[in-house]
């Protein structure tokens, strides 16, 4: 089993940067892919990035990119979303999730564990 843990959320203002952090726990954590996905209030959940069990293979929602990374330290069993240029349509709850999956990780549905989620509000 695995158990994620988001943490670095917070309030922002426009064009401001925040770092979510997802601490991993309870397997090995290269075994899985990671992924990002938000949340915004009367929305459904959306992908917003994933990375790959090496971390050398990267995708983006193309409404965060050149804007957000995502990365990742196996060492530390972490897994990190470098947000700048923040926008206040960027306001959500964020999720980390893994995935025993070896394709097609903007699907959520191909997830299998998720995190309880960091709320991040960027004010205009």
């Known amino acids: 089993q695995v158990q994620l843990v988001e943490s670095g959320g917070g309030l922002v203002q426009a064009g401001g940067s925040l770092r979510l952090s997802c601490a991993a726990s309870?397997?090995?954590?290269?075994?899985?892919?990671m992924g990002w996905f938000r949340q915004a209030p009367g929305k459904e959940r959306e992908f917003v990035a994933s990375?790959?069990?090496?971390?050398?293979?990267?995708d983006y929602a193309d409404s965060v990119k050149g804007r957000f990374t995502i990365s990742r330290d196996n060492a530390k069993n972490t897994v990190y979303l470098q947000m700048n240029s923040l926008k206040p349509e960027d306001t959500a709850v964020y999720f980390c999730?893994?995935?025993?999956?070896?394709?097609?990780?903007?699907?959520?549905?191909?997830?299998?564990?998720w995190g309880q989620g960091t709320q991040v509000t960027v004010s205009s």
């Open positions: 990375i790959n069990r090496s971390g050398a293979n990267t």
């Open positions: 999730a893994g995935t025993d999956s070896f394709s097609y990780y903007y699907r959520e549905g191909r997830y299998d564990y």
């Open positions: 309870g397997r090995t954590f290269s075994s899985y892919a």
